[in-house]
């Protein structure tokens, strides 16, 4: 989890059911210390190609009363599976509506889900500044130029001599 400080977060619990959904639920409890619920779901045609997919996280706050709880866990136990919901058509909106029906849901915003990362050559170049002017030199004398690898997307990098040279100079 990038939480914007030097060094992303990494929680690591071992694997419990290998049900995906369990097994998040189960990080999320023991790592993060927050009881949740997650449901997901596959829509796969006959070519083993993926059509759909989604699901939900449903995480309770730490000032959720034992009847709010109790209303919540029986909602969750008698939903069905996310992938009937997606193949009857039910959009993220319409499945986190249906999951949370006993209670009030505002939708706050709705943006599309899509894999990115906010690396740049700027903030790896601010990466190996960083190192200081000794470290940077030994790169120079001994290696000639460097590569840095982000952790999350493993784009590589690279900077030259002459690029190290220049923040040197700097």
Known sequence: KDL???NPYIGK????????GD?????FM??????????LGVLVDGSSMIRKSGGFIVQVMPECDD???SVLENRIANISSVTSMLESGMTPEDIIKFVMQDFEVDI????PVEYSCDCSRERMQNAVASLGRKEIQAIIDEQGEAE???HFCNTKHKF???????????
């Not at 706050?108 to 943006?111: A, K, N, Q």
């Open 4 to 6: 914007n400080m030097k």
């Open 13 to 20: 619990v071992p694997i419990q059911t290998g049900e995906i």
């Open 23 to 27: 097994d998040l639920a189960y990080y």
């Open 30 to 39: 023991k790592s993060e210390q927050v009881p949740s619920v997650v449901g």
């Open 67 to 69: 009847k709010a709880l």
């Open 108 to 111: 706050l915003e709705s943006i």
């Open 148 to 150: 840095v690898v982000c």
């Open 160 to 170: 030259s001599k002459s690029d190290l040279e220049e923040l040197l100079d700097k």
